[in-house]
């Protein structure tokens, strides 16, 4: 027996969770306690009350058999039924209520009723208007007689003292523990939020708190985040170094070779020149994503920016459906370098770029497509690998790259909680890439 269809019921959040594994048994055990006792004190005790109280009606009705009339019936009896205090009239036929009179939420009502007609079958009607009278229609031989008593004698009264203390003292217990658990789970959302924001780019003040098991889990998290800084910082100073120290020897090439005749000199100085482009690809690769905090920044604005600049260079670039606005938090630059990366392909495998923004709730998406030859679904997950090219399947004539665009978009696409997402045009029939980003 499994229980998967329950999981869509219940909450998703840690606070949510805590508080119903607190309430949950609280409130299980206090309807238990509260149906048992209830139960036993209404339906129990009333009922032993009622059937004192039939005996006594008994012995008043054994007690006026054979009388002639109801006069000297009730004379009879009327020392009797006094001290017991009972009132006993004669009515008419037509002064019989013609069913039970009795409150929706009298609960000890039913079981009075039941019992009384049970014990005495000269019982007709009970009529119970309120918590202080009771009046009971019985047929006898004289006619139809109507005994009043009061209610205490025949049901417990409502236990509202105990229900009450039990309602309050149950929510002030709950109240104080959620308050005691809340304190217990800050440091793990806390911990939670600083991870998620760590893995948006942005470093968070943090420290240690709470039980053991979470500051154990908190200092682990914070000698991560210091080995993975630390791995980053080493990265971009090893590959700034080297494309630092390769300037120096490309400068002195570009001198060397502008003293050389023109038909000797171009095809060198294209190589140089590109060389230098795959040093600036490196240097971009090692700084990431990782520059600048993310700052409040209207999507649409900066879209529209990154096609009048390509449009501006000469780039066929446009711009496509745009739903919705407001500013979101994102890191400028480098969303900025991702959408030119990818409108740099487009028009390097295709030959125009047509750029979107999508909103919806929880996310922005900034999508390219281009009309070039696109690119196969089982290459899709290769092609944010640094270093790999996939000149194979698309064009090869429109020059080489070193294999880091993609890649440098995905890390932008990741550290703003997102990924990158290739698809088919539907459009332009080319490739379409979305960079989907957390709103």
């Known amino acids: 027996m499994t229980f998967t269809w329950?999981?869509?019921?219940?909450?998703?959040?840690?606070?949510g969770r805590a508080a119903l594994i607190l309430v949950l048994p609280v409130v299980t055990l206090q309807l238990v306690v509260s149906v048992v006792f209830i139960q036993r004190h209404?339906?129990?005790v009333t009922k032993q009350m009622s059937s004192g109280v039939s005996l006594e009606l008994r012995y008043l009705l054994d007690e006026?058999?054979?009388l002639p009339t109801q006069a000297s019936a009730l004379d009879t009896v009327r020392g009797l039924a006094r001290s017991?205090?009972?009132?006993?009239?004669?009515?008419?036929e037509q002064s019989v209520p013609e069913t039970t009179l009795r409150r929706w939420y009298d609960f000890s009502g039913i079981v009075v009723e039941r019992t009384l007609k049970a014990r005495l079958d000269e019982v007709q009607v009970v009529e119970m208007p309120d918590d202080w009278r009771i009046f009971a229609y019985v047929d006898t031989r004289l006619g139809v007689l109507r005994i009043g008593f009061d209610r205490p004698r025949v049901s417990a009264s409502n236990p509202h003292q105990l229900l009450v203390n039990m309602l309050f003292f149950g929510v002030l217990m709950t109240l104080?523990?959620?308050?005691y658990l809340r304190n217990q789970l800050r440091p793990i959302t806390r911990l939670g939020r600083v991870a998620e924001a760590f893995g948006r780019g942005q470093t968070l003040p943090y420290h240690a708190s709470g039980a053991v098991e979470v500051r154990a889990a908190g200092n682990a998290f914070l000698s991560m985040r210091a080995r993975i800084e630390r791995q980053i910082e080493q990265r971009t100073m090893m590959l700034s170094g080297v494309s630092h120290d390769l300037r120096t020897p490309l400068t002195r090439l570009k001198l060397g070779l502008s003293m050389l005749e023109d038909s000797e000199r171009e095809p060198l100085e294209r190589d140089v020149e590109d060389m230098q482009?795959?040093?600036?690809?490196?240097?971009?690769?090692?700084?990431?994503s990782y520059e600048g905090e993310q700052e409040p920044c209207d999507p649409l604005a900066l879209a529209r920016a990154v096609v009048d600049d390509a449009q501006r260079m000469g780039t066929a670039a446009s711009m496509a459906q745009c739903d919705g606005g407001g500013a979101v938090m994102l890191n400028e630059l480098s969303i900025r370098r991702a959408l030119e990366n990818l409108i740099g392909n487009a028009v390097r495998y295709g030959t125009r770029a047509q750029i979107s923004v999508l909103r919806t709730e929880k996310t922005v998406v900034f999508r390219v497509e281009d009309d070039g030859p696109g690119l196969p679904e089982d290459l899709y997950g290769a092609a944010v690998k640094p270093f790999v090219r996939l000149d194979p399947a698309r064009n090869q004539d429109k020059g080489s790259g070193v294999g880091l665009g993609l890649a440098i978009t995905n890390?932008?696409?990741?550290?703003?909680?997102?990924?990158?997402?290739?698809g088919k045009s539907t459009s332009l029939?080319?490739?379409r890439a979305d960079v989907v980003i957390g709103a």
């Open 429 to 431: 029939g080319g490739l």
């Open 42 to 44: 209404f339906e129990g």
């Open 176 to 179: 104080i523990a959620y308050i």
């Open 6 to 15: 329950l999981k869509r019921y219940m909450p998703r959040s840690l606070y």
């Open 277 to 288: 482009r795959l040093l600036d690809e490196f240097l971009n690769f090692a700084r990431g």
């Open 411 to 422: 890390d932008i696409a990741r550290a703003h909680g997102g990924t990158l997402r290739f």
């Open 84 to 92: 017991l205090q009972y009132d006993l009239s004669f009515v008419s």
């Open 64 to 66: 006026m058999q054979g």
